[in-house]
């Protein structure tokens, strides 16, 4: 067989006797990094005009949604993670205009649109910070973040331990009206990002009328960024640990996972469920289990969280199965969907990831290139097996391409905040933002119009990895992933059901089943090592991540290779 075949579409299999299946439990949802996507007016930098005229393509690839990180107004401290104004569209992506013209052209097209919401901290820019600033210490703007007179002689050391994820301490001093030395202010990421205090009213009543501001613009939902730090131990508490902090590194902290997130996700869901459409909330939450996730998603919080143990586990039929299990008994546990993802704008792409280690490490920290063609073999592997599990999963931006990591930008086009602090997490980020090809032989590829430029240099060899290279070509990425998602979409077995078995194999090989209530049955074939095992055929072969041929009743599966069949 060929390693693509596509399938006519069959009637929604998510009906049942209890009425259909909300739309997010199953959903294949897609990051869209906006300065990197598409760049309508030739500056260099993605926008809103230019997603929406791309639209088209991201349905033609089988999504459900897309998730948009963020376009808000912002000083750009760190690539829009630092908000100054949450109601107004940064005029590098556009206008308000152009964000309620994306949402009514999506929702044309049957796509969602999820925005990015950023409640853990505001730029420093953001009024109430400058106002916090300008009227000094005892001004009631403060309390809105957390400001606190340092330790030591004349205050002159942090009020405690706590450390930066961008590396270096959580505290930056600040300097009176007057010109002396005053208190010190959080900041879990940038001093340029400082740390809402959710303990103030203020901050809470701000946030649920942002949310009905974009909820009445359209949005389907939200992406909750840093969820689980917006409250903090009482009293800002020593951490006991000065080492550098790392978002993939969850451990227990009294900066995050903090019990009071959940009474402000409960309030959250009473205004998303006052809604038509099904609105939703995905959280970006970092928990030392996956029994402390599941709390983000109870049945009167969020919809879904993101699963990045997943993300971080090792390419070993072990860990695979062991993250699999644990996903799902413990989203059993509160009647939620698992989320499954491989890629997303903070870690190094799968592609790059999985070239030279199968050892788990989410981030990819510093990646070398070791070995692209088994990378991308892994990726494609990697792939079928995410899109054939229970629940919903996510897309990064250009992984239905088969990119890699960028890993030789020079230090001068570097733009990840992180890059530029001692410590912190490497500055690494940049490599997996670079702008995406769409078509031609030169830079920048279609991402704008032909000759300007992109905010990060692409690569020469990104010619032969875009849009118009894969479009209609059988063993391409791209068309690899079409037919997938397709698959996903007819295929009764598939979507939301809690349905997997795991099967007997031989060693190397992961093998489940999911069944449909009509009887059918499928079956996903994972080999995870580096040789070839043959299988009995147990059915009709209907997509392969490589090359496969089932004419025989014996199969040989390829090295790190996904194959999906129909069983009778």
Not at 287 to 310: C, G, I, M, W
């Amino acid at each position: 067989m060929t390693d693509q075949l596509t399938v006519a579409t069959a009637d929604d299999n998510a009906a049942g006797a209890a009425g259909p299946t909300p739309w997010w439990r199953d959903a294949v949802i897609y990051q869209i990094y906006p300065r990197s996507f598409a760049d309508s007016d030739g500056d260099g930098i993605g926008d809103l005009p230019g997603i929406r005229s791309r639209l088209p393509y991201l349905q033609e690839l089988g999504i459900d949604a897309v998730w948009l990180s963020p376009f808000y107004a912002s000083p750009q401290a760190d690539a829009g993670y630092d908000v100054s104004d949450y109601r107004t569209v940064d005029p590098m992506f556009g206008t308000l205009d152009d964000a309620r013209e994306l949402i009514t052209d999506a929702h044309a097209l049957g796509l969602r649109v999820i925005v990015d919401l950023v409640p853990n901290h505001s730029s420093d820019q953001h009024e109430w910070f400058r106002r916090a600033i300008a009227e000094g210490p005892g001004s009631p703007a403060r309390d809105r973040y957390h400001f606190r007179p340092g330790k030591g002689a004349d205050g002159a050391e942090p009020p405690n331990d706590w450390q930066s994820l961008f590396g270096g301490p959580a505290w930056t001093r600040t300097t009176d009206p007057d010109g002396t030395p005053g208190d010190w202010y959080l900041h879990l990421f940038a001093p340029e990002q400082p740390d809402f205090n959710w303990e103030h009213p203020a901050v809470a009543d701000e946030f649920r009328t942002i949310l009905r501001f974009w909820l009445d613009l359209g949005a389907d939902g939200f992406r909750i960024d840093v969820a689980h730090g917006l409250c903090k131990a009482e009293g800002l508490p020593d951490a006991g640990d000065a080492s550098e902090l790392h978002l993939l590194d969850v451990a227990v902290s009294p900066c995050f996972d903090q019990d009071g997130v959940h009474e402000i996700y409960r309030s959250w869901r009473q205004i998303l469920d006052e809604y038509p459409g099904e609105r939703i909330a995905v959280a970006e939450a970092w928990a030392p289990t996956l029994e402390r996730l599941s709390k983000y998603v109870r049945p009167d919080e969020l919809h879904q969280s993101f699963n990045f143990s997943y993300l971080g586990a090792a390419w070993t039929v072990e860990a695979q199965r062991r993250i699999i299990d644990e996903s799902l008994v413990a989203m059993r546990s509160v009647g939620a969907p698992p989320t499954w993802t491989l890629s997303n704008h903070d870690v190094v792409r799968h592609t790059t990831r999985l070239m030279g280690s199968v050892s788990g490490d989410a981030a990819g920290r510093r990646p070398t290139a070791a070995d692209p063609v088994a990378g991308l073999r892994r990726a494609r592997a990697a792939t079928l097996l995410m899109l054939a599990l229970p629940g919903s999963a996510y897309l990064y931006q250009g992984e239905e391409l088969g990119l890699p990591e960028v890993i030789d930008l020079p230090p001068e086009v570097r733009q990840d905040p992180a890059f530029h602090r001692a410590t912190g997490q490497d500055g690494y980020r940049d490599g997996c933002r670079v702008p995406l090809p769409w078509s031609g032989d030169a830079a920048p590829y279609g991402f704008g119009p032909e000759g300007g430029p992109s905010w990060l240099p692409q690569p020469d060899s990104w010619a032969q990895l875009s849009v118009a290279a894969q479009d209609g070509v059988p063993e391409s990425t791209l068309e690899m992933y079409r037919s997938a998602l397709l698959m996903r979409r007819a295929l009764p077995a598939l979507g939301a059901p809690d349905n997997l078995t795991w099967l007997e194999a031989p060693e190397g090989l992961l093998v489940f089943e999911r069944a449909a209530a009509d009887g059918s049955a499928f079956r996903c074939t994972v080999n995870l090592t580096d040789a070839p095992i043959a299988v009995a055929k147990p059915g009709q072969a209907l997509l392969a991540s490589g090359p496969v041929d089932d004419a025989a009743a014996q199969v040989l599966i390829p090295a790190d290779t996904t194959v999906w069949w129909s069983v009778a």
